[in-house]
């Protein structure tokens, strides 16, 4: 009898602690599931978008004049799948991105700036070209040695040096309506960009005066 009690009790305990080890792996993953802290980020951040400044607090944001457009930004996050973007094609300069129905034929529609994005001491093309009329530009396209070897669509992108030069920090809008941007940082290795970082921020909305 106490040995069939013994039993009962041990098999009780070994379901006790399989149950618990259940638990605790189903809490790990969804602690550090990366698409979900990135969702929860990034939703909260854009909730709180513009950033309202009190009036008692204007004094540590600005010095005389209350003026919109300063950034408020968390730490950056830096996602477990990071999802390189490679591209290495030939580069039409005359070909519309956008199609002819936006850009007369024989256009030449990109701006551009250059600097060195792959480490190697030579300058890149950095091109930009609009989509639309407005929230403009919407296409980056990187060029090298006539072929373009990254390309992102956005809103209001904006690419920008970095001084080490392994890769640029590309800027852009993710709702004009509340001043959410974001900003990402793409290292470059062996021919791909690799989205390291990433930070939301906010637009400041200063107090109005009384």
């Not at 618990?20 to 929860?40: H, M, N, S, W």
């Not at 978008?49 to 003026?67: E, F, N, R, S, W």
């Not at 090298?144 to 890769?167: C, K, L, M, R, W």
């Amino acid at each position: 009898m106490k040995k069939k009690n013994r039993q009962s009790v041990l098999r009780y305990l070994v379901f006790l602690v399989l149950l618990g080890l259940l638990l605790f792996a189903f809490v790990t993953y969804l602690r550090y599931t990366p698409q979900l802290d990135e969702k929860i980020i990034e939703k909260t951040t854009s909730s709180a978008c513009p950033y309202a400044i009190p009036g008692d607090q204007a004094k540590k944001y600005t010095t005389d004049d209350l003026v919109d457009g300063i950034e408020i930004a968390p730490p950056p996050v830096f996602p477990l799948n990071k999802k390189p973007i490679v591209v290495n094609e030939p580069f039409e300069a005359y070909v519309p991105p956008a199609g002819e129905s936006f850009y007369p034929p024989n256009t030449y529609p990109w701006t551009a700036k250059y600097f060195d994005v792959t480490g190697d001491g030579e300058n890149e093309q950095i091109l930009t070209a609009n989509l639309a009329m407005n929230h403009t530009p919407h296409l980056v396209t990187i060029v090298n040695d006539g072929n373009a070897i990254f390309t992102y669509q956005g809103i209001n992108v904006d690419p920008q040096e970095v001084e080490s030069h392994d890769g640029f920090l590309l800027v852009e809008t993710l709702d004009w309506l509340n001043g959410t941007s974001k900003r990402t940082r793409y290292i470059y290795k062996e021919g791909a960009f690799i989205p390291a970082w990433y930070q939301i921020f906010c637009q400041a909305q200063m107090p109005t005066s009384q």
